[in-house]
């Protein structure tokens, strides 16, 4: 079942970059917070679904408590699209892995998470490789300074609202117990709400429609994304649920080789020395992080 999500969730990266920076017939689609509206609607769909046809154990919490995951689960993802504009996706890529340091703190945060001294050395060596990464050049790149400042404000804001997220939701599952289709329907009711109540409010709802008939590939990808996206939503809750959610960020930071090998091999972006030397960093904290996770429990083990 995880290859079989992380394949998806591959997938999903992918093709997130190629409706974000290829046009439709001449066309670009901007539009990202009505790409999280039909990701959010799909999941809301599919567990409403599930729980209406299944027995799910009485729901306790107060309803409102997913609307603040919700939040900032749409401002992350709309930052997620967003930054696409202003950097590469590898950048991108490499920024997420950061992400670790962020969960750490807003763990201490959130819920008083204590961590030990080895995590936050690698967690210092991921901070490192990825900014030896972002601070690159190569040849090819025609970034202004103005827009990758702008990249990295908004990869900045994903991190944040993402961190948040991940923490306070496993807050509700240890307060709730609630399940983790529960938890899927709960945050989606609001994301939908909210993403569709901006849209509407400021005229682009039925524009993004239009957008859609007029492009039926482009229909074709974001059904396939969002269906995507609640696999990958249905893997999220249930890690966070079961592991927590640092766990869960190292999970899919392991994951973002792949995503920058696969987007340099189809788009063409052109790594340097310094940022493949950033990436063997990036990849060996997260190497140290388990070596130093087994050595931990082998002392602590019964003799």
Same mark, same amino acid.
């Given at each position: 079942?995880?290859?079989?999500?992380? #394949?998806?969730? +591959?997938?999903?990266?992918?093709? +997130?970059?190629?409706?974000?920076?290829?046009?439709?017939?001449?066309?670009?689609?901007? !539009?990202?917070?009505?790409?999280?509206?039909?990701?959010?609607?799909?999941?809301? *769909?599919?567990?409403?679904?599930?729980?209406?046809?299944?027995? +799910?154990?009485?729901?306790?919490?107060?309803?409102?408590?997913?609307?603040?995951?919700?939040?900032?689960?749409?401002?992350?993802?709309?930052?997620?699209?967003?930054?696409?504009?202003?950097?590469?996706?590898?950048?991108?890529?490499?920024?997420?892995?950061?992400?670790?340091?962020?969960?750490?703190?807003?763990?201490?945060?959130?819920?008083?998470?204590?961590?030990?001294?080895?995590?936050?050395?690698?967690?210092?060596?991921?901070?490192?490789?990825?900014?030896?990464?972002?601070?690159?050049?190569?040849?090819?790149?025609?970034?202004?300074?103005?827009?990758?400042? $702008?990249?990295?404000?908004?990869?900045?804001?994903?991190? #944040?609202?993402?961190?948040?997220?991940? !923490?306070?939701?496993?807050?509700?599952?240890?307060?709730?117990?609630?399940?983790?289709?529960?938890?899927?329907?709960?945050? !989606?009711?609001?994301?939908?709400?909210?993403?569709?109540?901006? *849209?509407?409010?400021?005229?682009?709802?039925?524009? !993004?429609?239009?957008?859609?008939?007029?492009?039926?590939?482009?229909?074709?990808? $974001?059904?396939?994304?969002?269906?995507?996206?609640?696999?990958?939503? %249905?893997?999220?809750?249930?890690?966070?649920?079961?592991?927590?959610?640092?766990?869960?960020?190292?999970?899919?930071?392991?994951?973002?080789? *792949?995503?920058?090998?696969?987007?340099? *091999?189809?788009?063409?972006?052109?790594?340097?020395?310094?940022?493949?030397?950033?990436?063997?960093?990036?990849?060996?904290? %997260?190497?140290?992080?388990?070596?130093?996770?087994?050595?931990?429990?082998?002392?602590?083990?019964?003799?």
């Amino acid at each position: 079942m995880l290859i079989l999500v992380l #394949m998806t969730k +591959q997938f999903y990266c992918l093709l +997130q970059e190629r409706i974000m920076t290829q046009s439709y017939d001449g066309e670009q689609f901007t !539009n990202s917070q009505f790409l999280v509206f039909v990701n959010r609607i799909l999941a809301w *769909l599919v567990a409403g679904i599930y729980i209406c046809s299944t027995r +799910q154990p009485r729901h306790v919490g107060p309803f409102y408590e997913y609307s603040y995951a919700s939040i900032s689960n749409t401002l992350s993802s709309w930052c997620q699209y967003e930054a696409l504009k202003f950097v590469s996706f590898p950048t991108q890529v490499l920024a997420k892995s950061f992400k670790v340091v962020p969960v750490m703190l807003m763990g201490k945060v959130v819920s008083n998470r204590t961590y030990p001294l080895n995590e936050y050395l690698t967690a210092v060596m991921l901070s490192v490789g990825v900014s030896m990464f972002l601070l690159s050049k190569d040849d090819s790149s025609q970034l202004t300074t103005a827009t990758t400042f $702008a990249g990295v404000i908004i990869l900045a804001g994903y991190m #944040m609202f993402d961190s948040f997220t991940s !923490n306070w939701q496993s807050e509700l599952f240890k307060k709730h117990s609630m399940t983790p289709m529960q938890m899927m329907f709960g945050v !989606n009711t609001f994301s939908c709400l909210f993403t569709v109540g901006s *849209l509407l409010f400021r005229g682009e709802f039925f524009t !993004n429609i239009g957008f859609i008939l007029r492009h039926f590939d482009f229909a074709v990808h $974001a059904v396939i994304l969002s269906i995507c996206s609640a696999i990958g939503q %249905l893997f999220i809750f249930y890690t966070i649920a079961t592991f927590g959610p640092l766990v869960f960020t190292l999970i899919m930071t392991t994951r973002q080789a *792949l995503s920058i090998i696969l987007s340099c *091999l189809i788009y063409g972006h052109v790594l340097s020395m310094q940022a493949l030397l950033g990436v063997g960093i990036v990849f060996l904290s %997260l190497f140290l992080r388990a070596y130093f996770k087994s050595f931990d429990k082998k002392k602590t083990a019964p003799k």
